[in-house]
């Protein structure tokens, strides 16, 4: 599976952004696709993930109620919609993938296949 992230970009703090991650590959759709970040002088950590089948999403704590996860399986597309963000979700954000609910996607081991990250930064 490859991952193809856009729509990282500047923000002020409150403001929102949107970014998406296409990907290609065989049986996408099986999947749970998700995202991952690193912010400067941090560790990688989870973000949030959502299931092959769509239902199923799993948040991080410091981002559960300001950002939702969606996919478009006809596209092969994940979203991810922050809201309200902090300049603590400044960070390179990394689409990610793996044969596991959205809930495994939150432990790194599950994870098989990175994208390249796009770097969203939130001002004060």
């Known amino acids: 599976v490859q991952l193809q992230a856009s729509g990282g970009g500047s923000v002020q703090a409150g403001g929102s952004l949107r970014l998406s991650c296409a990907a290609s590959?065989?049986?996408?759709?099986?999947?749970?696709l998700g995202w991952s970040r690193q912010a400067p002088g941090k560790e990688r950590e989870f973000v949030a993930a959502?299931?092959?089948?769509?239902?199923?999403?799993y948040y991080a704590d410091s981002v559960k109620g300001r950002f939702t996860i969606a996919r478009d399986n006809s596209k092969n597309m994940v979203y991810l919609q922050m809201n309200s963000l902090k300049p603590e979700d400044t960070a390179v954000y990394y689409c990610?993938?793996?044969?596991?609910?959205?809930?495994?996607?939150?432990?790194?081991?599950?994870?098989?296949?990175w994208g390249q990250g796009t770097l969203v930064t939130v001002s004060s």
């Open positions: 959502i299931g092959p089948t769509d239902i199923m999403t």
């Open positions: 590959g065989r049986s996408v759709s099986r999947y749970g």
């Open positions: 990610i993938a793996g044969r596991a609910t959205a809930r495994d996607m939150g432990d790194t081991p599950n994870i098989d296949f």
